[in-house]
């Protein structure tokens, strides 16, 4: 038997597609290259952005005559397109059901349990077994010590995503990430030091803790836990050599998160911090909480606290209201920041969120692409710039793979760097003296 797992949008995505095919994989399954050879095929869903939503549509439509010649293949759909079952977004799914008759069984984020249920339920597997494998991924709240990677990435996946805050109640008035998982909820930290170690103990070499605010982890937990303890403990986990963590939020940025990621060896000097507009009535309209002026002090907090830090950001263009002055604000905030990344994103009406009930999508499409484009052109300039720098330098990079001949990883600021070598560098620690420089990759040779 074979399974199939197509998974679009975030890393929380990534994560809880991978923890699927754990599952499955304690139930016998085996990795299908496509869903035409799957007994059992998924599609992980993302409705943050218009563009998202009409990908996994546009896949589901097309595995409806796969489905129509193989009756007997299962088909699931999971992630945000599906969204949570809380009091918060509360999600009929018969719309859903009605709409896509040809899905056998629909699956909240990180609830791969329905799927495992069905399983059982049609004799598919044995169901005590497909009771362990539910209890082993239940929605990211079980001791994960025993945590299987599936069988084809054990001691070959160098960096692995850990989900630690998960959902989100903040209310930004663009996002509808509160509708599709829920309120925000951290998990214990002994979980994630299981899981941590336990991945660790697979061979991966870096893991990146994730929450839509992550630096909020722990806040709603007793205790006083805070992402700064947190990575304490991570740190001293052997084998682990790199840990880093996204997204954050400017409100919750706080010094002690500062000193240990200056103070830790292990924690990489990255840090993702999205802005998401440059002017302050675009800010209030999005609820945000802060002022650019709140924006560039913490910035600068960040660059005295930690050295070498490197920053990356997001940022909306076209948000309703945004007027050309305003655009300006955001750009110019921009120039004068000079991050290390952007993630230029125009804006797309989400259902249900405040921003889609209150404000007219008032910006015309080519308006927002013209805004997206200079944007990215200024970003690429800046990045250029800021990684001719490492010309003639030696930098440290954790090989994650091959690419055709050459081997790729990431520097601790998070920068890509490709070289050659015969040597097998995965999962290793390479020093690469570089020798040439562009806006998104750096190219050298191993020491």
């Known amino acids: 038997m074979k399974y199939y797992v197509w998974t679009i949008g975030c890393q929380m995505n990534e994560a809880d597609s991978r923890r699927l095919a754990s599952a499955l994989e304690r139930l016998g399954y085996a990795p299908a290259d496509r869903a035409e050879e799957a007994d059992v095929v998924v599609l992980n869903t993302c409705v943050v952005r218009q563009s998202a939503e009409d990908k996994a549509v546009g896949r589901l439509g097309a595995l409806k005559s796969l489905k129509e010649r193989r009756p007997e293949m299962v088909l699931g759909l999971m992630g945000c397109l599906v969204g949570v079952r809380t009091p918060v977004g509360v999600r009929d799914p018969a719309p859903l059901q009605k709409r896509f008759p040809w899905v056998d069984v629909l699956m909240p984020p990180s609830e791969p349990e329905p799927l495992l249920a069905l399983l059982a339920e049609r004799g598919l597997v044995d169901e005590a077994r497909a009771l362990e494998a539910e209890?082993?991924?239940?929605?990211?709240?079980?001791?994960?010590?025993?945590?299987?990677?599936?069988?084809?990435?054990?001691?070959?996946?160098?960096?692995?995503?850990?989900?630690?805050?998960?959902?989100?109640?903040?209310?930004?008035?663009?996002?509808?990430?509160?509708?599709?998982?829920?309120?925000?909820?951290?998990?214990?930290?002994?979980?994630?030091?299981?899981?941590?170690q336990a991945l660790a103990a697979q061979g991966v070499k870096e893991i990146t803790l994730l929450g839509q605010i992550v630096d909020r982890y722990g806040l709603d937990l007793p205790g006083g836990l805070t992402l700064a303890v947190l990575l304490r403990r991570l740190h001293e986990i052997e084998g682990l050599e790199r840990v880093r963590f996204l997204t954050s939020h400017p409100a919750w940025m706080t010094d002690e998160?500062?000193?240990?990621?200056?103070?830790?060896?292990?924690?990489?000097?990255?840090?993702?911090?999205?802005?998401?507009?440059?002017?302050?009535?675009?800010?209030?309209?999005?609820?945000?909480?802060?002022?650019?002026?709140?924006?560039?002090?913490?910035?600068?907090?960040?660059?005295?606290?930690?050295?070498?830090?490197s920053i990356?950001?997001?940022?909306?263009?076209?948000?309703?209201?945004?007027?050309?002055?305003?655009?300006?604000?955001?750009?110019?905030?921009?120039?004068?920041?000079?991050?290390?990344?952007?993630?230029?994103?125009?804006?797309?009406?989400?259902?249900?969120?405040?921003?889609?009930?209150?404000?007219?999508?008032?910006?015309?499409?080519?308006?927002?692409?013209?805004?997206?484009?200079?944007?990215?052109?200024?970003?690429?300039?800046?990045?250029?710039?800021?990684?001719?720098?490492?010309?003639?330098?030696?930098?440290?990079?954790?090989?994650?793979?091959?690419?055709?001949?050459?081997?790729?990883?990431?520097?601790?600021?998070?920068?890509?760097?490709?070289?050659?070598?015969?040597?097998?560098?995965?999962?290793?620690?390479?020093?690469?003296?570089?020798?040439?420089?562009?806006?998104?990759?750096?190219?050298g040779e191993v020491g």
């Not at 240990?260 to 302050?280: F, M, R, T, Y």
């Not at 720098?389 to 440290?396: A, N, P, Y």
């Open 257 to 309: 998160l500062l000193d240990a990621v200056a103070e830790l060896p292990k924690v990489c000097e990255h840090i993702e911090v999205p802005v998401q507009a440059g002017d302050d009535e675009v800010l209030a309209r999005m609820q945000r909480g802060y002022t650019a002026g709140d924006y560039r002090r913490l910035v600068a907090r960040i660059r005295e606290r930690i050295p070498n830090v």
């Open 312 to 443: 990356a950001t997001d940022v909306i263009v076209g948000f309703p209201g945004e007027t050309a002055e305003q655009f300006q604000r955001t750009y110019d905030l921009l120039a004068e920041l000079r991050v290390d990344k952007a993630h230029i994103a125009r804006y797309s009406p989400r259902p249900q969120t405040l921003a889609a009930r209150k404000y007219p999508d008032d910006v015309p499409p080519e308006e927002k692409e013209r805004r997206r484009k200079a944007l990215d052109d200024l970003q690429s300039q800046i990045v250029g710039e800021i990684n001719a720098r490492l010309l003639g330098q030696t930098v440290e990079v954790l090989v994650e793979g091959k690419k055709k001949e050459r081997w790729w990883g990431r520097t601790r600021t998070d920068r890509l760097v490709f070289f050659e070598s015969d040597a097998d560098w995965r999962g290793r620690l390479a020093q690469v003296h570089i020798t040439w420089a562009g806006p998104w990759s750096l190219i």
């Open 135 to 196: 209890a082993a991924v239940r929605r990211y709240h079980l001791p994960d010590g025993d945590l299987l990677l599936p069988a084809h990435e054990q001691n070959t996946l160098v960096s692995a995503y850990i989900p630690i805050v998960l959902g989100c109640s903040t209310g930004c008035t663009y996002c509808v990430i509160p509708y599709r998982r829920g309120p925000e909820r951290s998990r214990l930290a002994d979980e994630i030091v299981a899981e941590a």
